[in-house]
Structure formats: structure tokens, C-alpha cells
């Protein structure tokens, strides 16, 4: 009777952890980024994005008449303040608008659901900018913005650009490492994660991948990555290029060093010159 007993609070605290780790996921403590436009001397209008369910996303746009627009999606769990140095880059020659992802930063929404929503989302971004008269757009995204931008550009045709800086390929292969030290325990553990997605989510957040949508790309590309990244391993941006390999317009950056949400000295300019290239032609 105590071996059951104790075999069934095993079983419960496993679950129970399972579920905690879910809510943990989907509901982290965000990151508050202390930069402001000011410091960046940008001007920006504060603009709102409503979704699909109704949430307020909070953007901020800083517009250039007939320039491209790029869109900045910022990483897990960050908010749009952490591209401004990017957005202060851009700004010289686009229209940049500056997004918080769902429950991050000042947007709505109970949870981030890891891109399962926030792809529709992006779309709504992009409507917006339709209304304001910008039809060549581009898409950076870090870490979870990244991810997030190569699914959404693989059925939303008017993303015309993207670059992705620290994307994950697949996010059951990302959850298995991160608790790799569970041992095999690790596949059950994240089977019972996604049930947790499902139940309260509605779908499974790893149901479509990055990996799978890069595959569908044949816009102009430029994937960043650093093979010292200790939070998205280096084998991610790997099945990426393997993914990438039929689209001509795919560009790499692979650098040696430097740690996850280090920018690489200069890369702003190159991202810079790339939208150029594939957004309007230029150098």
C-alpha cells in the first residue's frame, strides 16, 4: 500500500511540476527594457494593433512617407523598447514600427502563446501599415520574434523581407534540451506540457515550426546566428540553412562568439543594407 501511495505522489508531483512549468512558459516574468525613444532621438506615434481575439497590442510607428516599412519583433521576454537601438539604425532610411508581442511589455493578452497566435498577430501589424499606404514590407524578429516572423512570412505574402536574428527551428526540440536534465523523463515531461497547451491554449504551440515554414520561403532571407548562443543552440540556425538551402535569396551571418541577445558589432548596418537590397533595390 506505501509503495502505491508513494508511486502515486511521484506520478502527481510529476504532473504538477509539468503544469507549473507550462504556466511558467506561457505566463514569465517579463523583462522590462529601460530604454525610451527619447534616448534614441526618435519621434514616434503610439499606435495600437488589435487582434484577432480582441487584444490591444501596444506599437509604436515612426513613419517615413513613401519608404518601406520594416516591423521589429523583439524576443522572449523582452518588449519592443529592446529594438530601439535597431529601430534609431533603420529609421535613417525606413518606416519602422516597433511592436510588443501579445502579454509582453504594454499589449494585452493572459499569455504569450509562444507563436501560436502571435502569427496572425504580425498579419494585423502588417494591416495596419497597409491602411497608412506601406506596401513593401519587411519583418526583423530576435530569439521569439525571429521565429515568429519566418512562420508568418511563409502565408502572408506581403512580407517581402525577413531577417531573423537567434531563431528557434522547432520548439519541441528547443523544450526537450531545456530539460534535457530531467534525462528521459524529457519526453514525457514536454508531452504533458503541450497537453497543458492544448487544454488551455485551444491547439498544440508546436503544431507548425519555423523549420517547416523556412522550407516554404523564397523571399529575400538573412539568418543571424552566434555558435556560442547558450540559450538557442547552435543546431537550430543549422536545420534553418538545411531548410533554406532551395531559396537563392538566403543570406548567413554565423559568428564564433557571443552570447544570446548580443548584437554582433555593425550588424545593424548590414540589416540595414539588406532590407535595402530587398526592399528597394538598393545597396
Known amino acids: 500500500m506505501k509503495w502505491g501511495l508513494y508511486a502515486g505522489l511521484l506520478v502527481a508531483g510529476f504532473v504538477g511540476l509539468s503544469l507549473f512549468s507550462f504556466w511558467l512558459a ?5 523583462l522590462t527594457i529601460p530604454f525610451t525613444p527619447a534616448d534614441f532621438r526618435l519621434a514616434v506615434e503610439d499606435v495600437t494593433i488589435r487582434a484577432a481575439d480582441g487584444a490591444r497590442l501596444a506599437g509604436w510607428l515612426v513613419a517615413k512617407p513613401g519608404a518601406p516599412a520594416i516591423v521589429l ?8 523598447a529592446d529594438m530601439l537601438p535597431l529601430a534609431a539604425a ?3 532610411r525606413f518606416t519602422v514600427l516597433l511592436v510588443d508581442l501579445r502579454y509582453f511589455g504594454h499589449s494585452e493578452g493572459r499569455a504569450t502563446t509562444l507563436g501560436l497566435r502571435e502569427r496572425d498577430d504580425l498579419s494585423r501589424a502588417i494591416d495596419l501599415l497597409a491602411t497608412r499606404g506601406f506596401d513593401r514590407v519587411g519583418v526583423f524578429g530576435f530569439s521569439l520574434g525571429g521565429a515568429i516572423a519566418i512562420m ?3 502565408d502572408d505574402r506581403r512580407i517581402r523581407a525577413l531577417a531573423a536574428y537567434s531563431p528557434f527551428a522547432d520548439l519541441r526540440t528547443l523544450a526537450h534540451g531545456l530539460y534535457a536534465w530531467t534525462g528521459p523523463l524529457r519526453y514525457p515531461f514536454v ?3 503541450l497537453t497543458w497547451s492544448r487544454i488551455f491554449l ?15 520561403l523564397s523571399v529575400p532571407v538573412y539568418l543571424i546566428a552566434s555558435r556560442d548562443d547558450e540559450q538557442i543552440p547552435f543546431s537550430h540556425a543549422e536545420r534553418l540553412r538545411e531548410a533554406l538551402a532551395a531559396n537563392p535569396r538566403a543570406e548567413y551571418e554565423f559568428m564564433d562568439t557571443g552570447r544570446h541577445g548580443m548584437m554582433a558589432p555593425g550588424v545593424e548596418g548590414r540589416i540595414e543594407r539588406f532590407f535595402a537590397r530587398a526592399l528597394e533595390g538598393g545597396s
Open 26 to 30: 506561457v505566463r514569465p516574468p517579463r
Open 73 to 80: 519583433l523583439h524576443g522572449y521576454p523582452a518588449d519592443k
Open 90 to 92: 533603420l529609421a535613417r
Open 152 to 154: 508568418t512570412a511563409a
Open 191 to 193: 508531452g504533458l506540457m
Open 202 to 216: 485551444g491547439a498544440d504551440v508546436t503544431a507548425s515550426s519555423p523549420v517547416a515554414a523556412a522550407a516554404r
